[in-house]
């Protein structure tokens, strides 16, 4: 997994004046088993996104995170798919 995180805040009107950290880039990539040796390989990820504080910035991390691990399960459940 790779996160990348502007440190300066950002103000401006989305941020309602408050300010927040530009997320860069938040990345998952991995393989699924497609059955009979054969592997596909996927990526889920975030770009150019603003978090509040920290505590959103790990949401959005959560959020990539999930999505590969529904990706890995709907891929178990369907081995030869």
Same mark, same amino acid.
């Given at each position: 997994m790779e996160a990348a995180v502007r440190r300066a805040p950002l103000t401006g009107p989305r941020s309602g004046g408050r300010p927040q950290l530009a997320v860069g880039g938040e990345t998952v990539a991995g393989y699924l088993d497609a059955g009979n040796g =054969?592997?596909?390989a996927f990526f889920a990820g975030v770009d150019?996104? =603003?978090a509040a504080d920290v505590d959103d910035f790990l949401e959005v991390v959560d959020d990539v995170t999930n999505v590969a691990a529904l990706l890995q399960q709907q891929a178990a459940r369907h081995p030869h798919h």
């Amino acid at each position: 997994m790779e996160a990348a995180v502007r440190r300066a805040p950002l103000t401006g009107p989305r941020s309602g004046g408050r300010p927040q950290l530009a997320v860069g880039g938040e990345t998952v990539a991995g393989y699924l088993d497609a059955g009979n040796g =054969r592997l596909h390989a996927f990526f889920a990820g975030v770009d150019n996104t =603003r978090a509040a504080d920290v505590d959103d910035f790990l949401e959005v991390v959560d959020d990539v995170t999930n999505v590969a691990a529904l990706l890995q399960q709907q891929a178990a459940r369907h081995p030869h798919h």
